[in-house]
C-alpha cells in the first residue's frame, strides 16, 4: 500500500493534481509486493519562466527509486516521471531476477517478494580514488570545486565536524549532503 505526501513550491496543491499524481503512480503497485507498505513523496514547483517541476520519491529498504521532470505542463511531467520511475523499477526487477538465476536466492526482495541474493555484486569499478578530507567551510568547499571543475566535492564540514559533499544542482544552485554514522 502506498501513502501520498503531494506538496507544491510556488503552487496551490488542487485535488485534481493530487489525484492524477496519486492515479499515475498507483499504477506502478504492479511492482510491488502485496505486504509492502510505502511512501510517496511528490513536490511540484513553479518557475519563474512558467515551467513546471514535479519530483517523485519513492524511499524503499536498500533502493530509493527518484524521478523528477521539468515541463511547460505539470500533468506531463508527472507522467514523464512516472515512466522514469517505472523504467527504474523494472531495470531493478530484472537484475534481482538475473542475480537470482545466477546465484540462488537468499533474501527477499521488497519490489516484487522475490528472493535475492545479498553478496556483493560484481561491478567493475574502473577508477577508485583515495581522498583526505580537509576541514572547511561550505563556502570554501565550493570554491575548491569549481576550481577543481567537478560536480561534488567532499570535505570535513567546519561546523559540523563531519564529513560532507557539495554538489552542483540541476537546476540552480548547490546542495550539501550532511553524512552521519
Known amino acids: ?96 531476477n538475473r542475480k537470482g538465476r545466477e546465484k540462488g536466492f537468499i533474501n527477499e526482495n521488497l519490489l516484487t517478494n522475490e528472493l535475492v541474493e545479498t553478496e556483493e555484486s560484481a561491478l567493475d569499478f574502473g577508477k577508485v580514488k583515495q581522498l583526505t578530507v580537509e576541514l572547511m567551510t561550505r563556502e570554501e568547499a565550493v570554491i575548491q570545486m569549481e576550481l577543481l571543475g567537478h560536480d561534488f566535492f567532499a570535505f570535513l564540514d567546519a561546523k559540523t565536524n563531519e564529513i560532507s559533499i557539495v554538489y552542483k544542482r540541476r537546476d540552480i544552485g548547490y546542495g550539501v549532503l550532511e553524512i552521519s554514522k
Open 1 to 96: 500500500m502506498l501513502r501520498y505526501q503531494v506538496r507544491g513550491e510556488n503552487l496551490e496543491i488542487t485535488q485534481p493534481i493530487r489525484e492524477y499524481v496519486e492515479n499515475k503512480v498507483s499504477k506502478l503497485e504492479k511492482y510491488f509486493a502485496e505486504s509492502l507498505e510505502a511512501n510517496v513523496y511528490a513536490n511540484a514547483k513553479v518557475y519563474k519562466n512558467s515551467k513546471k517541476k514535479i519530483e517523485i520519491t519513492v524511499p524503499l529498504k536498500g533502493v530509493t527509486l527518484r524521478a523528477e521532470e521539468v515541463n511547460e505542463d505539470l500533468y506531463a511531467a508527472v507522467d514523464l516521471a512516472v515512466d522514469k520511475l517505472e523504467r527504474q523499477m523494472r531495470k531493478h526487477k530484472t537484475k534481482i
